[in-house]
Each structure stands twice: as C-alpha cells, then as structure tokens.
C-alpha cells in the first residue's frame, strides 16, 4: 500500500513546488487553485504513506482547524484553500534546502580544515569553541544533519572516549552550536520565516543573532570548564594524544590548504549570493534562497567538472530522499491552515487583551519577556522549531504589537534555540540522542537546563535595555 501511494505522494509534491514557484513570477488564480488541491492531496496521501499513527501532530492541527472553522461558521473549502498555500514559501524552502548537503559529501572538508588548523583545537577550550563555531557553520549547510556529521568527526578523534562526561563535552557543544545556529544561519528556515514574516531587518537580525551565537558559545564553554573541573578531568593532555595520532595519516599541507580554500569560497559563495541579491533587489528571502542553492549547486558542479553529476543528484533526490521530507511538509500544509483559520476568528483581539491584562497586573513585565517561553512550551509539546516558529510568528503577524521587529526576531529565536537545548523531543535532541546513545533527557534538560536559562538571561538583559532605551 505504503509503496503505491509513493508515486502519487512524490507528483503531488511536485506540482505543489512547480505552481509554488510558476505564481510566484507570474500570478494566476487558476494555478493557485491548482496549488491548494496538490497541497490538500498530498496531506492526504502522507498520511496514508506514513499512517495516521506517524502523523498524528499534522493530523491533529487540521482536526483542530476544523473545529475552529466550523466553530466560527466559516467558508470551509475557501479556508482550505487559503490555508493550503499558507506555508507555500517554506515548503518551497524546505523542499530545497536538503540539496546542499550533496555539495559538503563530494570532499572531505571537514577533516582537512581541522588538520589544517591543528595549533588551534589541540586544547580541551580550544577544540570545544572550535566545534561551536564550526557545527554553526555546517548547520549552514546541513541543519540539524549538521549534528550528525560533526559526531561522526568528532568520533573520529574521541571514538575511545565514552563516559558520561566525555560524552557532555562532544554532545553540549553539537547540540548548543546548532541551537545557536537558530539565531543567525539565513539557510535555517524557522529564522527566515520570522524575519521575514515580522518585516525586521535581515542585515540586523543576522547581526544581533551572530553576536549572540558568539557570546552563547564563550558561555558554553564556561559551564564545560566548569563541569570537567568539577570531574577532574584533564580533556587537554588526552585530547593531544587521539590528535597526534590521527595526524600521522592526515593529508599534505597542501591539499589541506586546497580544500579549506574550496570550503570558505563554498561558505561565501552561498551566503554572500543571497545577501547581494537581496540587497540589491529586495527578492523575498524564501523565494530567493531555493532559486540560489539550486543555481550556486549548478555551477559547483560545472566548477569541479561534473555537470552529469548535477543531473544525477537531482534525479537521486527527487526520487529517493524528498519522500523523507513528507511529514515535515505535511506539517508546515496543517499549520497554514489552522492560522488561516485563526486569521478568521477574534483570536489576536483576545490575545492582545489577554497581553494587556498581564501587563496592567505585572507592569514590569512585557510581551518580550513571555514570547520565548511560548516558543519554549511549545517544544516542550513535541513541536519541532520550525513548526514553532511557523505557527508563533504566523499568529504575530496580524497583531499590532508596539515592539522592534528585530527585537521580537531575537526574543522568538532565542526562545527556539532554548528549546533546542532542554526539550528532550525536538529532532536534533532525538538526532543526538541516536548518535551517542544517551537519553533524551540526559542530553537535553540534564547536560544544558543551566546553560539554558543563563542564556535567557544575557538574552533578556539585551532585548530589554535596547526596548527601553534605544528604540
């Protein structure tokens, strides 16, 4: 059954994505119409593929849309339709972000960067700040996958290394790195859709988020020199010595200084494209991201003499990996129609009422201070970031709050990136829980609960001194 519904799964999709970006350059109604049928048929068709029991959260939001819709006696099919082609930006993004992982997989450049940079990671601080930085960079590439394959690297130095402490130390800094990516990375999607759903700045947003990332990852290391004193470990001495050996099989000086010159002009490349076209001509970012990836994939090939190759990875992905990305689409169609359905009902009045009366009770207290603990609840429901971040900003956009869009970017983000630290059921918690073996609890409210809410601190001491006195 599962196997006959895969093609008509992968069609529907397809043409989703080919009227997603047909309309998005010449607007037709007809094709929208066309859009929001392929859309519905392909909820339909992954909950069949993967089974009401797998898609229980998608499910669960239309169920929910559905009372709200005829709670509030509104045009069903039209609700449908507009809520089908909701989320239509992301899930062109979603579609093809995952593409940029076939470039990283042609050659071993993380390996060669870090051999070449040995003088700098041959400490225990070192080599931990140097995999923040770093998995923030690969996430660029990767997402959350970014968590897998920097384990795999680091198992490659530390693969002999299993206690609970080494384990903190490889784990805290790919987990902490990825959820500090959530504040910065324009490839992540949660942040793009809130900076662009919220009208903030991309330049400042970026910026702000970088900051933050930097500051996160010194705090990070804080609470891993503090943990490994208390344990009495000496990371340095034993961490030289799985170094030195590894180094005794590393590639030449030089093709090292090759491929980390091919890494950063991949890195730059990428994301100094998206910044000019942007900048220049205002594209939407969701919209202009895809068209980017698929265009700088091209010429990567063309680069490397490969252009068959291009060809033969598009047709792999689109035949056997972009049925993996199912259930996440399917999630992102259920949530644009229960906003939508909100959209039509008094929601936002009574959410701004609800704000008013907390502030008129606690009037030291403002929306900045609550909105990442939305974020954080949330996850705490087993809603993944993106899904979180859809959802939260999707219902912002329609409410008249008095705050700094780039504040708010920053407050919802940071809320995301918390959550990425202590919910013990968002993917890249499960992600690093299926690669180090440890508990999903153990990996994300044990090892980071500390960190998390220092964080929120340093965060909050920011957004509120700027909110009063900057803006």
């Known amino acids: 059954m599962q196997t006959c519904v895969e093609r008509p799964l992968k069609v529907t999709l397809f043409l989703y994505a080919f009227f997603h970006f047909t309309t998005t350059f ?15 048929a392909f909820f339909i068709f992954t909950s069949i593929h993967l089974s009401i029991s797998k898609c229980k959260l998608p499910f669960t939001i239309f169920i929910i849309s559905f009372i709200v819709m005829v709670s509030a006696k509104m045009n069903i099919l039209e609700t449908l339709q507009n809520g089908a082609i909701e989320m239509r930006h992301i899930i062109g993004l979603l579609i093809v972000v995952p593409l940029i992982s076939y470039v990283l997989q042609e050659e071993p450049y993380i390996e060669d960067v870090m051999g070449l940079f040995y003088r700098f990671i041959n400490t225990g601080k070192k080599f931990y ?8 960079i690969i996430a660029y590439f990767l997402l959350f996958g970014s968590i897998t394959m920097m384990y795999q690297f680091v198992q490659i130095v530390l693969h002999e290394k299993t206690s609970e402490n080494w384990e903190y130390f490889k784990g805290t800094a790919l987990l902490r790195a990825f959820g500090l990516s959530t504040l910065w990375v324009v490839s992540i999607p949660s942040f793009v859709y809130a900076v662009e759903t919220l009208n903030a700045s991309l330049w400042l947003s970026i910026f ?33 010595l799985e170094l030195q050996r590894l180094l005794k099989t590393a590639e030449s000086h030089d093709v090292q200084v090759k491929k980390t010159i091919e890494f950063s002009l991949l890195f730059v490349s990428l994301f100094g494209t998206i910044f000019l076209l942007h900048g220049l001509f205002h594209f939407q970012l969701m919209v202009l991201i895809p068209l980017v990836i698929i265009g700088w994939m091209f010429f990567f090939y063309v680069w490397k003499g490969k252009l068959r190759k291009f060809f033969a990875v598009i047709k792999d992905y689109a035949s056997n990996k972009v049925v993996g990305q199912s259930y996440q689409l399917s999630l992102m169609i259920s949530v644009g129609v229960l906003i939508n359905a909100l959209h039509g009902t008094n929601f936002s009045t009574m959410f701004m009422k609800g704000l008013h009366a907390i502030q008129a009770t606690f009037p030291f207290i403002n929306f900045l201070y609550i909105l990442p603990f939305i974020v954080i609840l949330l996850g705490f429901c087993g809603l993944g970031p993106l899904t979180v971040m859809v959802l939260v900003a999707g219902i912002l956009q329609s409410m008249p709050l008095p705050y700094p869009p780039e504040l708010m970017v920053l407050a919802i983000t940071s809320g995301s990136a918390i959550s990425i630290f202590i919910s013990p059921i968002v993917m890249p918690v499960i992600v690093l829980s299926a690669s180090n073996g440890l508990g999903m609890l153990t990996n994300g409210i044990k090892f980071n609960w500390k960190f998390a809410l220092s964080f929120y601190v340093m965060i909050q001491l920011y957004i509120q001194v700027m909110y009063q006195f900057v803006y």
């Open 208 to 240: 702000q988020g970088f900051i933050f990332a930097i500051c996160g990852s010194f705090l990070a290391m804080v609470f891993m020199s503090i943990r490994m004193k208390r344990a009495k470990m000496d990371i340095t001495t034993e961490l030289q």
């Open 129 to 136: 700040f140097t995999l923040l930085l770093f998995t923030q």
């Open 26 to 40: 010449f607007p037709n109604d007809l094709l929208l119409l066309f859009m929001a049928i392929s859309g519905i």
